[in-house]
T-cell receptor
Framework: GDSVTQMEGPVTLSEEAFLTINCTYT??????LFWYVQYPGEGLQLLLK?????DKGSNKGFEATYRKETTSFHLEKGSVQVSDSAVYFC????????????FGKGITLSVRP | DAGVTQSPTHLIKTRGQQVTLRCSPK?????VSWYQQALGQGPQFIFQ???????QRGNFPDRFSGHQFPNYSSELNVNALLLGDSALYLC????????????????????FGPGTRLLVL
């Protein structure tokens, strides 16, 4: 079945540091890929998405590129802020009308001033 | 434009009891999915409702059941609660038409509610 693997956490960075969070997936066909963010005490918010190979999703300075050849969707940001501290989840949704999301375990990011 | 709302926000039950959680989808959405998020884990898909019918189901026992009403709102019921059912229960909504036709970004996106945190003692 479908699965998503995220790098182990937590991750602690200083403000303005470069961020990379790795995500790889296993799925048949061409799934859509997502990054969701969960701030403390809140539900999930969509951060960015990509629906086909080589697509780049971007939002709020975060970027991720859909790499079919390496089945990856790594999240990057050039300069993190304290307000980026949250839990980040990589997820996939199969192609077609099926919209079930399969999530990774999530990784906690803490950014210190 | 109200987003996805869930009630209650917190709930405490004891083993063996039954619980009902409620979700109102984002305006214009007709499809509701439920997820269970255990502490420190990613959300796990429970089931999805569209046109008042369960369309997909994840790997959850029959103790977990649901319902969708004509106004698209939904309920999640869990019977015979176990300690392991303690989790954050998330509701997500979207438009099925948007998914099928590959509509605008807002149509394809699933929007999540804030969740209901259930504690089983």
């Amino acid at each position: 079945g479908d699965s998503v693997t995220q790098m182990e956490g937590p991750v602690t960075l200083s403000e303005e540091a470069f961020l990379t969070i790795n995500c790889t997936y296993t799925a048949t066909g061409y799934p859509s890929l997502f990054w969701y963010v969960q701030y403390p005490g809140e539900g999930l918010q969509l951060l960015l998405k990509a629906t086909k190979a080589d697509d780049k999703g971007s939002n709020k300075g975060f970027e991720a590129t859909y790499r079919k050849e390496t089945t990856s969707f790594h999240l990057e940001k050039g300069s993190v802020q304290v307000s980026d501290s949250a839990v980040y989840f990589c997820a996939l949704s199969p192609m077609g009308a099926n919209s079930k999301l399969t999530f990774g375990k999530g990784i906690t990011l803490s950014v210190r001033p | 434009d109200a987003g996805v709302t869930q009630s209650p926000t917190h709930l405490i039950k004891t083993r063996g009891q039954q619980v009902t959680l409620r979700c109102s989808p984002k305006s214009g959405h007709d499809t509701v999915s439920w997820y269970q998020q255990a502490l420190g884990q990613g959300p796990q898909f429970i089931f999805q409702y569209y046109e008042e019918e369960e369309r997909q189901r994840g790997n959850f026992p029959d103790r977990f059941s649901g319902h969708q009403f004509p106004n698209y709102s939904s309920e999640l019921n869990v019977n015979a609660l176990l300690l392991g059912d303690s989790a954050l229960y998330l509701c997500a909504s979207r438009t099925m038409l948007g998914r099928i036709i590959g509509g605008s970004d807002s149509q394809e996106t699933q929007y999540f509610g804030p969740g209901t945190r259930l504690l089983v003692l």
